[in-house]
């Protein structure tokens, strides 16, 4: 285990309200929740980004992540929830330590994501594919 918040709640040294206590994966309320019951589902073994994780690992946090979001949808009332990870800090993440964020949701909770799409131009995306493709096959 490192120095990160996450380990030292698993070590005691910070306090935390568990909800889900699994042999591989735990959860936690988040301290800053985006909604009530927003839920933070962690391996116990310390890797920063989901791309890290061993497969194995990666597969008993999927299910744990989908044990909690059932319980959560439940105990919140919840019409469904949002499942997300951010990796890396460029994409929102704040905690070096790889966890599924479970967020219940409702009709009308004025949560929103604010991103900005766009189609690609003419002819891009087949070679998008293409170079996505080649990346995988390396």
């Known amino acids: 285990m490192t120095d990160c918040i996450f380990c030292r709640i698993l070590r005691g040294e910070i306090p935390a309200q568990m909800v889900y206590d699994g042999p591989r994966a735990f959860a936690i309320l988040d301290i800053n929740p985006v909604s009530w019951g927003h839920t933070l589902v962690?391996?116990?073994?310390?890797?920063?980004?989901?791309?890290e994780l061993p497969a194995d690992l990666?597969?008993?946090l999927a299910k744990a992540?989908?044990?909690?979001?059932?319980?959560?949808?439940?105990?919140?009332?919840?019409?469904?929830f949002n499942l997300l990870m951010n990796n890396h800090r460029c994409s929102g993440q704040?905690?070096?330590h790889a966890h599924f964020h479970v967020i219940p949701r409702k009709t009308g909770d004025e949560i929103k994501y604010q991103w900005k799409?766009?189609?690609y131009d003419p002819g891009?995306?087949?070679?998008?594919?293409?170079?996505?493709?080649?990346?995988?096959?390396?």
């Open 42 to 51: 962690i391996p116990r073994d310390h890797f920063e980004t989901w791309n």
């Open 65 to 80: 992540a989908q044990v909690v979001a059932r319980g959560v949808v439940k105990a919140a009332g919840a019409e469904g």
């Open 94 to 96: 704040a905690i070096a």
């Open 124 to 138: 891009v995306i087949e070679k998008v594919g293409s170079e996505v493709r080649a990346a995988l096959m390396k």
């Open 58 to 60: 990666a597969a008993e």
């Open 117 to 119: 799409t766009k189609p």
